[in-house]
């Protein structure tokens, strides 16, 4: 079993209700092909069976810390703007539903704007953004996108993966 401080990365729209709960005295989990953990998207005191094939160590780690931040944390209220910001549409300063989102070590922020059906990337203190996937309008090629969600980089390829959402598929 997981400790409490470990989450898997896996596919967004899991269903948490739809787990085989586990118990942290016995990890075993029925059917086979499945690991008991603590999912970040589902009650965090209780662990659940999830499929392994919805898991990728490449993408993200099992043994990712969590901060353990206080109830009663508060939180500074003057945050800034670092995409978009100009209404709905699909100007290069403009995103249209943003869903997921990916920033890396240099603060570039890759975001997946699922109605424009484009991945498209920020940098710090810029006013427009680049389209680096899709843009093409909506379709099923492999430089269209339907609806995407998410956007992750493997570091170890410095690979792009999109989760296309209404594609029903992951493209690498």
Known sequence: MNNTNERICGFRWVVCSQLV?????????EPSGHICVNHSRCSNSHPFCYPQSMCSERICSLKTN????????????????????????NATNQLWNPYGLFVDNDQ??????????????????????????????????????????????????DSLIICDSNNRRVVL
Do not use: F
């Not at 709960?21 to 989990?29: A, F």
């Not at 939180?75 to 549409?89: C, L, R, S």
């Not at 484009?118 to 430089?143: E, P």
């Open 21 to 29: 709960s586990c118990e942290d005295s016995d990890p075993t989990c």
């Open 66 to 89: 969590i901060p353990n931040i206080p109830a009663n944390a508060t939180w500074v209220q003057d945050g800034v703007t670092v995409a978009g910001g100009n209404g709905k549409g």
């Open 108 to 157: 570039v922020v890759l975001i997946a704007d699922w109605g424009n059906h484009r991945v498209i990337q920020w940098k710090k203190n810029d006013t427009n953004g680049q389209v680096i996937a899709g843009g093409k309008g909506q379709g099923n090629g492999l430089n269209q996108w339907h609806s995407p969600t998410d956007v992750l980089i493997d570091k170890e390829t």
